[in-house]
């Protein structure tokens, strides 16, 4: 696994090097300076509780994370911070985008939430019933999504 840990520059103010900004999907409602942990019930697979939260470098990736997400109200796409290192997500790099060009991590240390993206654009109606359709049958089929 490839730690990301020397990556993060947003918390070193000598650093003139722009750091990444990093997106996390979810219906969850946070405010500004909260924390996204691990330890809750997954909102993929056997919804078992994560060892990791997740992130992602681009707006796409974020975008389905707030669509697929379980619960009550509307997806969320929030600007977060990672508070320690983190690693390529291998749900994606290894299996599906070889490479990573999802730009999709997790860490085992919390996200600090510093925005929220208010006007974003969900994916078509279509697209969107088609990734539900292929995770319905995943799971039908008995494959997990979520490799912890």
């Known amino acids: 696994m490839k730690d990301h840990s020397q990556e ?10 722009p750091s990444p900004t ?5 219906k969850a409602d946070l405010k500004t300076g909260e924390l996204i942990e691990p330890g809750f019930r997954s909102n993929f ?14 707006l796409d990736a974020a975008t389905w994370g ?6 009550e ?10 508070t ?33 993206v208010a006007d974003w654009q969900g994916h078509p109606p279509e697209q969107l019933q088609a990734m539900k359709d292929r995770l319905e049958e995943l799971k039908r089929q008995g494959i997990e999504a979520i490799e912890d």
């Open 8 to 17: 993060i520059k947003a918390t070193d103010p000598d650093d003139d090097q």
């Open 22 to 26: 990093f997106y996390h999907g979810t």
């Open 45 to 58: 697979g056997k919804r078992k509780k994560a060892a990791f939260v997740y992130l992602t470098a681009t």
């Open 66 to 71: 707030a669509e697929l997400a379980l619960g």
């Open 73 to 82: 109200g509307r997806g969320r796409i929030y600007i977060v911070e990672p």
């Open 84 to 116: 320690g290192p983190y690693e390529d997500d291998p749900n994606l790099t290894d299996k599906k985008f070889p490479g990573n060009p999802t730009k999709s991590y997790r860490t085992r240390s919390p996200l600090r939430v510093t925005g929220e």
